[in-house]
Nanobody, 123 residues
Framework: VQLQAFGGGLVQAGGSLRLSCAAS????????MGWFRQAPGKVREFVAGIRASGSSTYYADSVRGRFTISRDNAKSTVYLQMNSLKPEDTAVYYCAATRYVGAQTTTRLYDYWGQGTLVTVSS
C-alpha cells in the first residue's frame, strides 16, 4: 500500500485542520488505518485509528473529543478532522495502514506508512 498524507499547515490555536491520506496499490478496505504524530525530539505517538470496515474508531486521550478519524473506502482515503487545536498538537502527522484486526496503537503493528505532513499550531 502506498500512502500519501496531505492537508497540514499553519493554524492558530483554537483553529481546525483536516488531514487526508490517499492510498493506492492494494485493497484499502482490507486495512485498518491510523494516524500518528511526531513532535521534534519526541517519539512517534498514536493519535487515532479506525478499523477496516470503518465500524469502530479509537483515540489517544490527548485528542479525544477534538479529533475525528473517518474513512471513505470507495475513495481509498482516510481523514483526520482536527478541531480546537493546541500548540502541543504541533507535529509531523503520519498515516499508516495495518493488516492486524483490532485497535492497534503501536507503530510496530503498522505495515505501511505515508511520508508525513507538518501541522504547526501557533499560540
Amino acid at each position: 500500500v502506498q500512502l500519501q498524507a496531505f492537508g497540514g499547515g499553519l493554524v492558530q490555536a483554537g483553529g481546525s485542520l483536516r488531514l487526508s491520506c490517499a492510498a493506492s496499490g492494494r485493497t484499502f478496505s482490507n486495512y485498518g488505518m491510523g494516524w500518528f504524530r511526531q513532535a521534534p525530539g519526541k517519539v512517534r505517538e498514536f493519535v487515532a485509528g479506525i478499523r477496516a470496515s470503518g465500524s469502530s474508531t479509537y483515540y489517544a486521550d490527548s485528542v479525544r473529543g477534538r479529533f475525528t478519524i473517518s474513512r471513505d473506502n470507495a475513495k481509498s482515503t482516510v481523514y483526520l478532522q482536527m478541531n480546537s487545536l493546541k500548540p502541543e498538537d504541533t507535529a509531523v502527522y503520519y498515516c499508516a495502514a495495518t493488516r492486524y484486526v483490532g485497535a492497534q496503537t503501536t507503530t510496530r503493528l503498522y505495515d505501511y506508512w505515508g511520508q508525513g505532513t507538518l501541522v504547526t499550531v501557533s499560540s
